[in-house]
């Protein structure tokens, strides 16, 4: 089993920065991808950022140049810190991780965290 728990969330003002943490812990043989993913009132959840076993990231258009996602494989934690903060970055923030564990390749996501971005 895998668990996620998620930090760093809250209220900041239009242009302020935000990092958010995500740390994975359980029987984690390796892992093969984080990501980032929003969820605002009224919309679907969308895709904010993926970080690959590997190296390689992928971003939102809305987020480029604003956002950098990045990871500590020592301590199985992914970041996401967000510069230039808009209100309509507003929405909660989940983590998702895909994993090989003793169970096999396992799909998890952490509890949420919300994000408000307002004057």
């Known amino acids: 089993q895998v668990q996620l728990v998620e930090s760093g969330g809250g209220l900041v003002q239009p242009g302020g920065s935000l990092r958010l943490s995500c740390a994975a812990s359980?029987?984690?043989?390796?892992?093969?991808?984080m990501t980032w993913y929003r969820q605002a009132p009224g919309k679907e959840r969308e895709l904010v950022a993926r970080?690959?076993?590997?190296?390689?990231?992928a971003y939102a258009d809305s987020v480029k140049d604003r956002f950098t996602i990045s990871r500590d494989n020592a301590k199985n934690t992914v970041y996401l810190q967000m510069n230039s903060l808009k209100p309509e970055d507003t929405a909660i923030y989940y983590c998702?991780?895909?994993?090989?564990?003793?169970?096999?390749?396992?799909?998890?996501w952490g509890q949420g965290t919300q994000v408000t971005v307002s004057s």
């Open positions: 998702n991780v895909n994993v090989y564990s003793s169970r096999g390749r396992i799909d998890a």
């Open positions: 359980g029987s984690i043989f390796s892992i093969i991808s």
């Open positions: 970080a690959i076993s590997g190296g390689s990231t």
